[in-house]
């Protein structure tokens, strides 16, 4: 499900003190947790635990419910700058809505320090149908084909982005 611990209940009145003493029991004991930093705040799963998580989470949990831990991970970690995770959870739901608002939310922090590869590998985590109805995703392709001086993709990206702003208005 995810590549690190994260626990975004683990604040609420109801079961917390049940998660905090599972995971510091899982920290005792060394069981399926490896630490990412020296501090002992960041661990992530044995990939092998992670597996079989990922395996029985669609048998024991119900649509609905995996789609609501997608989105509370995918905002806990972009609010966090984890910004290719949180795509990565938030593309998995139906709507792509949320994935849309992640991008948006981090595209000018990632073109002002230009990081073009960056961009790129972002939009291209997006499937093709949204791509083509999201005008913001449009731009950012079309300026990575400006980038690339290839400007026959450039001027289709921003026809359709043209068009698409002008159905909006």
Known sequence: ??????????????????????????????????????????????????????????????EA???????????????????????ELAIRLPDKTLAVAIFNSHKDAILNKEQFNRLNQLVRMFPEHVLVNTPSLLLARALLFEIQKDYVQLEHYLDRANSLLQKEE
């Open 1 to 62: 499900l995810l590549d690190h611990v994260i626990d975004l209940d683990i604040t609420r009145k109801e079961g917390a003190a049940r998660k905090i003493n599972f995971f510091r029991y899982l920290k005792k004991h060394n069981l399926f947790l490896i630490a990412l930093d020296n501090s002992g705040e960041w661990y992530r799963y044995h990939h092998m635990f992670q597996e079989f998580l990922t395996t029985l989470a669609p048998k024991m949990l119900d």
């Open 65 to 87: 419910t995996i789609h609501t831990f997608y989105k509370n991970a995918s905002e806990w970690l972009s609010n966090r700058d984890w910004v290719e995770e949180a795509l």
